[in-house]
């Protein structure tokens, strides 16, 4: 993970006290650890260490405690796959002159995969998260929320029923988005950016970028019975980030801080933390707040 500050907030919420600790995190996860995918598998994902300075699977920032998952797949285009496949099928239909049926392609296909798949080129990718066990939180660092849920069930494999929830807001993320424009009174301490898409029942979409949100243009769509699907703000000009209608933040962006500024790890988590653990209360209560969870 080096130093490198969050980008994506995939926010997930603990509907119990947080118990975990550095040493019973760590015994959890060592029990995942990340190993390359075998021969004949599509990909594998286990855990690693998030600094590079050590072995350790979990790096403790105050009360938040930090991990990364790796996930390795195998790169095999479909369009090689065919190639194959229907090389093998004209080799049988010439040699043995009859056509080869569906079952018997399908077959082909299986075998093809078997003997390429050892050959196949690897690609690694992580994603680090972070349990704030104060505020009862969990952050993954990724804009999909599939990634973000294929970690939470590597953990959940490893330490157990989590009782990790989405946050159940009052209100619907694209409707609070919605409103703030079409009556253009946002929460006090937001402001809008300058991107946006509207979508249309029937499924048109407009997309905004680099544009005054508040032009006739754009209020021309909403009066037409456009929604906003995602919404660029900014926080107390202290983050830039573009809300979704999923409730994903992406493209966060610190606008006080310089990021290179310093290659000290702790200090760089410990002040993102800080200013994440000011920002997600706030995004709730622009959003309604959190409702009672449901049971």
Request: hydrophobic residues 40%.
């Amino acid at each position: 993970m080096q130093s490198k500050w969050f980008k994506n907030l995939q926010i997930y919420c603990f509907r119990q006290p947080v118990t975990l600790t550095v040493a019973s995190l760590q015994e959890k996860l060592s029990q995942s650890p990340f190993h390359p995918a075998g021969q004949l598998e599509w990909s594998s994902m286990g855990w690693v260490p998030p600094s590079e300075e050590s072995d350790a699977l979990v790096f403790p920032v105050s009360h938040t405690l930090f991990f990364t998952a790796r996930r390795q797949d195998k790169i095999l285009p479909s369009s090689v796959i065919r190639d194959f496949v229907q090389e093998r099928i004209e080799h049988i239909e010439s040699e043995q002159l009859r056509k080869v049926g569906k079952r018997e392609k399908n077959e082909i296909k299986d075998q093809i995969i078997a003997e390429l798949l050892p050959r196949a080129l690897p690609r690694n990718s992580e994603i680090t998260a972070y349990i704030d066990t104060k505020n009862g939180w969990l952050i993954v660092n990724t804009s999909s929320r599939k990634k973000a849920e294929d970690v939470i069930s590597l953990l959940r494999m490893d330490v157990g029923d989590l009782s990790l929830i989405l946050p159940e807001l009052n209100t619907s993320p694209m409707r609070s988005m919605t409103q703030w424009l079409t009556t253009r009174d946002l929460p006090s301490q937001f402001e809008l950016g300058e991107d946006c898409k509207l979508i249309a029942d029937e499924g048109e979409s407009v997309t905004c970028k680099q544009l005054d949100l508040l032009s006739k243009e754009v209020t021309e769509h909403l009066n037409a019975g456009k929604l906003v699907q995602y919404l660029a703000l900014q926080w107390q000009n202290k983050l830039a980030f573009v809300l979704d209608d999923e409730f994903s933040v992406r493209r966060v962006e610190f606008l006080e801080i310089n990021e290179e500024s310093t290659d000290d790890m702790y200090a760089n988590l410990a002040l993102m933390t800080v200013v994440f653990a000011q920002f997600i209360p706030q995004l709730f209560e622009a959003l309604g707040g959190l409702a009672t969870p449901s049971t």
